[in-house]
C-alpha cells in the first residue's frame, strides 16, 4: 500500500507504492501570490529535479531495450501485499469490486510521470510543460497534441478535466480524500488545463493530481463509470487489455501505434509484447507453478522459501537465476493492526502488552532463518524514522502538546522489546500481565475477565494461510496470558469486506511509504479516516495531535521541515501502540527464468524493481530455455 506520488495501488485492494538533484526550478521556491511562472519540464515537492530540460531519458533504463516476448508473472504473495488470485471487475478506480494488478498504471496515462531515481519528482507526459501560479495555488498545464486514446481518438483538456472532476467527486473514497483539496478544473486558453487548489493544501496533492489516470470523456459519457463492469476500458497508456478469464489470468498487450513511445519518460520502457498475471490460490501452488515455468519470474517474500525451496533442477541447471535487487523505498509499517473500535483494544496498556507477548527473536531464527530486522517505526527503512532522544526542532513541534500525549515521546524513541529468543519470555510475559491487570484484566482460572465478567478474546483475521505459522506462536503466548485467541483465515473476497466495514479485531498489513509522503497517509491515521468505509486507517486512530502533526508535515516548506515533523509524528504514533510492528528487510529477493535483460541500474524507488516497465527479453537467451517468447 503505497503513499505517494504512486497515487494508487499496484492491485486494487491495495488502493490506490534519494537520488542526488541537480537545482531546476521548482512552483515551491521564490513564489510570490499573483507572479506569473515560467514554464517547466518536471516539478518536485521541494524544488530539486534530477533531469534538465530535454533530457533523452531515464539513468535506470536501456534506451537499446529490444522490444518484444513476454513477461509472465504473477501477483506478489507475501510482506502482507495484496494477493490478488481473482477479479471480477475492470474498473479499478471505484471502491465497487476486485481489479487486476497494475490495470491502471498500465492502461491509462498521466498529465506527468513518476522518475524513479527521485524522491518525488515528475516529467510531463501528457503535458508537455506547466506553469505555476497564484502562489503556487494554479497550475496551467499545455498539453501534447499529439496525445491519443487507444482507439486513435485525441485526448484533449475536455478530457483530462472530465477525468480529474470524476475521480474528486465519484471516485474511490481514498481518491477523493486526497484530492478534495481541488477546488476548480478548467479548459484554459489554447486548449490548456488549469487546475487551482484551495488555500493551505499539501505540497503534494498538485502532484498526486498530476499522477492521476486520464479518462476519455466520451467513452464514459456512454458508459456509466460507478459501475463495475467486466468490458476493458478505453485508455491512452502503453498497453491495453488483452485476454482474460476471472481466476486464472489476464493479459495486457502492447500498444503498437502507443502515441507516447518516444517521450523522454518513456525510452527504454514498456518492452514487452505482452505482460501476463497469473493468477494462484495460495503461495504453495503459486511457487510449483514457478518451478514448472508456468510462469517466469517470481519475487520471493517468504524467508523460509528463500532458503530451501530454491533448489529444483532448473536453478541447479541454470535455468533460473536467484538474485537480489536493492530496494531504496522505505519499508513503512508492517504488523499485525489493532482495531480499537473494539472495546477491548481501547487500553493502551492493553494494546502493549499485546506487543510485548511476540517474540520476534525466536519467529525470525526458527521461521524467516534469520533474514528479517525488526520493525520500530512508522517510517521504517527511511530518513523520516525517529531515533534516539527528540531535536530542538522536533521538540518544538511536540511541546504544544505536552499533557496531551504521553512523557515517553519526548524521551527516547520507543523500540520494541527484544526477547530472549526463547519463544516464551518469561520477562515480558510479566509485563504484559501487569499491564493487563492494571488495565483492569484479571485472571478467572486462568481466563482474563473484565469487571463485567466478559472474557479478554481475540480473532486474527487473515487472506494468506502462509501467515498461520506465524500467528500461532503468538497465539500460544497469549493464552499463557489468559486471552483467548483464536485465525480465521478466508478469502479474499470476503477479507476485503471485512476490512472495507472494519469487521476484524486483529490483521496484518503493510504500508508501504513514498520516500516523500503525501496525501496518501491521511487514509493511515487522519481522524476522519477511522469511520470511513474502505479506509486504511485499520487501526481506528483518531487522535487531534496526529492530525495536527500531519498537517504539519504535508504542508512543510523543505525536505528538513518535512523531515522533522515526520520524526514527530512517528514518535506520537509508536507511543500508541497501534500495530504489533513485524519485519523487514531492504532487498528484492528475486528468482527468474533465464530470459531476460535488465539494466544495470535498479531504480531505487519503483516498488516493482522496474520489472513491467525497464526489463526486456533477451531473445537468444529466450530460445535457449524456451520460454518468454
Avoid: C
Avoid at 498497453?239 to 525510452?267: C, K, T
Avoid at 508456468?294 to 520471493?300: D, G, I, K, N, S
Avoid at 470511513?532 to 485499520?538: E, L
Amino acid at each position: 500500500m503505497t503513499a505517494g506520488l504512486s497515487g494508487f495501488p499496484q492491485t486494487r485492494r491495495a488502493l490506490l507504492k534519494a537520488a542526488a538533484a541537480l537545482p531546476f526550478a521548482s512552483p515551491f521556491t521564490s513564489l510570490t501570490a499573483g507572479a506569473e511562472e515560467s514554464e517547466r519540464h518536471g516539478l518536485s515537492y521541494f524544488g530539486d529535479l534530477k533531469y534538465p530540460p530535454e533530457f533523452p531519458q531515464f539513468d535506470y533504463v536501456n534506451r537499446e531495450a529490444p522490444k518484444g516476448g513476454r513477461l509472465v508473472r504473477t501477483a506478489a504473495f507475501g510482506a502482507f501485499n495484496e494477493n490478488l488470485t481473482t477479479f471480477d471487475t475492470l474498473n479499478s478506480l471505484i471502491l465497487k469490486g476486485e481489479a487486476p494488478a497494475n490495470m491502471h498504471m498500465l492502461v491509462f496515462d498521466t498529465l506527468m510521470a513518476r522518475a524513479y531515481d527521485e524522491p518525488d519528482a515528475v516529467y510531463g507526459l501528457i503535458a508537455r510543460s506547466v506553469r505555476v501560479t497564484d502562489g503556487g495555488r494554479r497550475y496551467v498545464f499545455s498539453l501534447r497534441p499529439e496525445a491519443r486514446f487507444h482507439d486513435g481518438s485525441a485526448l484533449t483538456a475536455e478530457d483530462v478535466v472530465f477525468s480529474v472532476k470524476l475521480l474528486r467527486d465519484k471516485g474511490h473514497p481514498d481518491i477523493v480524500e486526497s484530492i478534495k483539496g481541488l477546488a476548480a478544473a478548467e479548459v484554459g486558453a489554447d486548449g490548456e488545463v488549469v487546475l487551482t487548489f484551495a488555500a493551505g493544501v499539501s505540497r503534494g496533492m498538485p502532484l498526486y493530481a498530476a499522477t492521476l489516470p486520464i479518462l476519455s470523456k466520451a467513452y464514459y459519457t456512454s458508459h456509466d463509470f460507478e459501475k463495475s463492469t467486466m468490458e476493458p476500458p478505453l485508455g491512452s497508456g502503453a498497453y491495453r487489455v488483452g485476454r482474460f478469464e476471472a481466476g486464472v489470468y489476464i493479459e495486457y498487450d502492447r500498444v503498437a501505434d502507443y502515441w507516447g513511445e518516444d517521450l523522454a519518460v518513456n525510452r527504454g520502457q514498456n518492452n514487452f509484447d505482452v505482460i501476463r498475471y497469473e493468477m494462484y490460490s495460495n503461495r504453495t501452488v503459486s511457487l510449483e507453478a514457478f518451478k514448472a515455468g508456468r510462469y517466469l519470474v517470481r519475487e520471493e517474500f517468504t524467508a523460509r522459501d528463500w532458503a530451501t525451496q530454491y533448489d529444483f533442477p532448473a536453478v541447479l541447471d541454470g535455468r533460473v537465476k536467484k538474485f537480489e535487487l536493492p530496494d531504496g523505498l522505505p519499508s513503512g509499517a508492517q504488523g499485525w493492526f489493532l482495531n480499537t473500535r473494539r472495546p477491548q483494544f481501547q487500553d493502551v496498556r492493553v494494546r502493549e502488552a499485546l506487543g510485548l507477548a511476540f517474540d520476534f527473536e525466536w519467529t525470525n531464527k526458527n521461521l524467516f532463518y534469520g533474514n528479517y530486522t525488526r520493525t520500530a517505526s512508522f517510517f521504517e527503512n527511511s530518513q523520516l524514522k525517529a531515533t534516539g532522544k527528540p531535536s530542538a526542532a522536533e521538540l518544538a513541534l511536540l511541546a504544544p502538546f505536552r499533557g496531551r500525549i504521553p512523557d515517553e515521546v519526548f524521551g527516547e524513541a520507543w523500540l520494541p522489546p527484544v526477547s530472549d529468543g526463547s519463544g516464551h519470555d518469561r520477562t515480558l510475559l510479566r509485563r504484559a500481565s501487569e499491564l493487563l491487570n492494571a488495565a483492569g484484566w484479571i485472571s478467572d482460572k486462568g481466563v482474563l475477565k473484565n469487571a463485567k465478567g466478559e472474557p479478554l478474546t481475540i480473532e486474527f483475521v487473515e487472506d494468506d494461510p502462509g501467515l498461520e505459522r506465524v500467528v500461532q506462536p503468538y497465539i500460544l503466548n497469549l493464552r499463557l496470558l489468559g486471552i483467548t485467541s483464536t485465525i480465521r483465515t478466508i478469502d479474499a473476497a470476503q477479507y476485503q469486506a471485512r476490512l472495507d466495514d472494519f469487521d476484524f479485531d486483529v490483521t496484518s498489513r503493510r504500508f508501504s511509504m513514498s520516500p516523500t509522503p503525501d496525501e496518501g497517509l491521511n487514509v493511515f491515521w487522519r481522524s476522519d479516516f477511522a469511520q470511513s468505509r474502505g479506509s486504511r486507517n485499520y487501526a481506528g486512530i483518531a487522535d487531534p495531535v496526529i492530525d495536527a502533526l500531519l498537517a504539519k508535515m504535508l504542508t512543510a516548506a523543505s525536505r528538513e521541515e518535512l523531515t522533522v515533523a515526520a520524526r514527530a509524528l512517528d514518535r506520537v504514533l509508536r507511543s500508541g501502540r497501534y500495530w504489533v510492528p513485524h519485519y523487514y528487510k531492504s532487498a528484492h529477493h528475486m528468482a527468474a527464468w533465464d530470459v531476460f535483460g535488465r539494466p544495470e541500474t535498479v531504480p531505487p524507488f519503483d516498488g516493482d524493481a522496474g520489472m513491467n516497465t525497464t526489463w526486456w527479453v533477451d531473445q537468444a537467451r529466450a530460445k535457449k530455455v524456451g520460454k518468454g517468447l
